[in-house]
């Protein structure tokens, strides 16, 4: 079965600096997806950036990127000229193929970043 | 912006009570899927549809938990009885297509006592 690792708890990172979270899952698909979320504490999951796996250019969204490394099954986060609303929970999530039920998604436990003024 | 719409934001009810939460998919959105969150088990899929038919319900109670999606505009999940464990923040989210992410609503807190 899949799973998704995110094994920091937590992270803080002063305004304006860089912070990286992580990501580990396992799987024998060649072909999924991966997805980093973010849940501020109004608790609305909201879809930061995707990842699809035969693509090996990294995905970036203006201030956030990830390091996709499909041999290591590691896919990271980095948030850049990190800013106060960036504190938030943030959830890694696998979705596989579609004829394997890749409907459905998996979330990693979450890593909650505080941001420090 | 398109959105998820999930009501009640908040439902406080006494052990035994059948509660009964709602979601509004985005219009056009063909998968609809409903997780529980909790502080021990995270984010836990408990169900989701595709063209309105249950595909997988294995993540949920099925003597007390109930999905239904009537129409293409409404999805239910409904507990009866509900049980203190029961208490969590429920997530209907909605997708189109494979490779996207889905769009959460913002979730009702449930709180059984």
């Known amino acids: 079965a899949q799973t998704v690792t995110q094994s920091q708890p937590e992270m803080s990172v002063q305004e304006a600096e860089t912070v990286t979270l992580s990501c580990t899952y396992d799987t024998s698909e060649s072909d999924y997806y991966l997805f980093w979320y973010k849940q501020p504490p109004s608790r609305q999951m909201i879809l930061v950036i995707r990842?699809?796996?035969?693509?090996?250019q990294n995905a970036t969204e203006n201030r956030f990127s990830v390091n996709f490394q499909k041999a290591a099954k590691s896919f990271s986060l980095k948030i850049s000229d990190s800013q106060l609303g960036d504190a938030a929970m943030y959830f890694c999530?696998?979705?596989?193929?579609?004829?394997?039920?890749?409907?459905?998604?998996?979330f990693g436990a979450g890593t909650r970043l505080f941001v420090k003024a | 912006d398109a959105r998820v719409t999930q009501t009640p934001r908040h439902k406080v009810t006494e052990m035994g009570q059948e509660v009964t939460m709602r979601c509004q998919p985005i219009l056009g959105h063909n998968t609809v899927f409903w997780y529980r969150q909790t502080m021990m088990q995270g984010l836990e899929l408990l169900a989701y549809?595709?063209?309105?038919?249950?595909?997988?319900d294995s993540g949920m109670p099925k003597d007390r938990f109930s999905a239904e999606m009537p129409d293409a505009t409404l999805a239910t999940l409904k507990i009866q009885p509900s049980e203190p464990r029961d208490s969590a923040v429920y997530f209907c989210a909605s997708g189109i297509r494979q490779g996207n992410g889905y769009t959460f609503g913002s979730g009702t807190r449930l709180t059984v006592v």
């Open positions: 549809f595709r063209n309105r038919a249950p595909l997988d």
């Open positions: 999530a696998y979705k596989g193929p579609r004829n394997t039920g890749g409907f459905k998604t998996i």
């Open positions: 990842q699809e796996a035969y693509k090996q």
